[in-house]
């Protein structure tokens, strides 16, 4: 089956209420297999555009920053960790990496050192012991999730007590506008045409591989549940928030 149809088979809109109906969980890993190959997250790290590098260079800074690595010994995870473009920036620490997709699973083993263990795994289910980890990496992935609050509540699970995890999420509200704004310049190809042969950006990624849109006060909210939320970074500027860097610690 193509990308395209799979993708429409397994996830289509309410267009009045505009929410996305959930995909089947049965069929959740290959649906996320197909939208990793369609858009490719690696890509955005070397996007030809400047200011889309620009986003994501500042993103992962500021994650590292919030991160306060300190010790060799520390067991730190990255879950959802794509092609290792967060890990390979993390210098200190046993470092471990899960993601359900096999295909990204393969770049980030060509990208990063023998010394990082990488799994194949689902964040709403992490095969690891309770307190298994002093610091968590969890960077543009809740947003695909059938569940969010199931993965924070595993991540709460593994962390060491005084342990500190580091989450983003984009800001769809804003980043559709901005689309919205440069379609109708007829700009929109200039920002977000890819190389490499990878389809369009959709105008809004809600319509694709998105599952949930909230807003910040919504993610605050949920990450309160298992959380105190210590930290929150507006990327790439403090007036342009396209997306949020959060520091939470395990309460």
Same mark, same amino acid.
């Given at each position: 089956?193509?990308?395209?149809?799979?993708?429409?088979?397994?996830?289509?809109?309410?267009?009045?209420?505009?929410?996305?109906?959930?995909?089947?969980?049965?069929?959740?890993?290959?649906?996320?297999?197909?939208?990793?190959?369609?858009?490719?997250?690696?890509?955005?790290?070397?996007?030809?555009?400047?200011?889309?590098?620009?986003?994501?260079?500042? %993103?992962?800074?500021?994650? /590292?920053?919030?991160?306060?690595?300190?010790?060799?010994?520390?067991?730190?995870?990255?879950?959802?960790?794509?092609?290792?473009?967060?890990?390979?920036?993390?210098?200190?620490? =046993?470092?471990?990496?899960?993601?359900? &997709?096999?295909?990204?699973?393969?770049?980030?083993?060509?990208?990063?050192?023998?010394?990082?263990?990488?799994?194949?795994?689902?964040?709403?289910?992490?095969?690891?012991?309770?307190?298994?980890?002093?610091?968590?990496?969890? &960077?543009?992935?809740?947003?695909?999730?059938?569940?969010?609050?199931?993965?924070?509540?595993?991540?709460?699970?593994?962390?060491? %007590?005084?342990? @500190?995890?580091?989450?983003?999420?984009? =800001?769809?509200?804003?980043?559709? %506008?901005?689309?919205?704004?440069?379609?109708? /310049?007829?700009?929109?190809?200039?920002?977000?045409?890819?190389?490499?042969?990878?389809?369009?950006?959709?105008?809004?990624?809600?319509?694709?591989?998105?599952?949930?849109?909230?807003?910040?006060?919504?993610?605050?909210?949920?990450?309160?549940? &298992?959380?105190?939320?210590?930290? @929150?970074?507006?990327?790439?500027?403090?007036?342009?928030?396209?997306?949020?860097?959060?520091?939470?610690? %395990?309460?």
């Amino acid at each position: 089956m193509r990308i395209a149809e799979l993708a429409w088979s397994i996830l289509f809109w309410n267009t009045e209420m505009r929410e996305p109906i959930r995909v089947k969980p049965e069929r959740f890993k290959e649906w996320n297999e197909a939208m990793v190959r369609k858009y490719d997250p690696d890509a955005f790290h070397h996007h030809p555009n400047p200011f889309v590098r620009l986003i994501e260079g500042k %993103r992962v800074k500021s994650i /590292l920053r919030l991160m306060d690595i300190r010790c060799e010994d520390d067991h730190i995870l990255e879950i959802g960790c794509g092609a290792g473009n967060v890990l390979e920036q993390v210098h200190r620490g =046993n470092l471990w990496g899960i993601d359900i &997709s096999a295909s990204i699973l393969g770049k980030a083993k060509q990208k990063l050192s023998k010394q990082v263990t990488l799994l194949q795994a689902d964040a709403q289910s992490l095969p690891f012991k309770d307190q298994a980890f002093k610091q968590l990496i969890c &960077s543009e992935v809740l947003e695909h999730l059938l569940e969010p609050l199931a993965s924070l509540e595993e991540m709460a699970r593994v962390l060491n %007590r005084g342990g @500190v995890v580091v989450v983003s999420v984009p =800001n769809e509200l804003w980043i559709n %506008r901005i689309k919205r704004t440069l379609i109708r /310049l007829r700009v929109f190809d200039l920002f977000f045409c890819r190389k490499g042969g990878y389809e369009r950006m959709p105008e809004n990624m809600e319509d694709e591989w998105h599952l949930h849109a909230y807003p910040i006060g919504e993610w605050l909210a949920l990450f309160s549940k &298992s959380f105190r939320v210590s930290c @929150v970074k507006r990327i790439p500027f403090f007036c342009l928030p396209l997306r949020y860097v959060i520091r939470l610690e %395990r309460k």
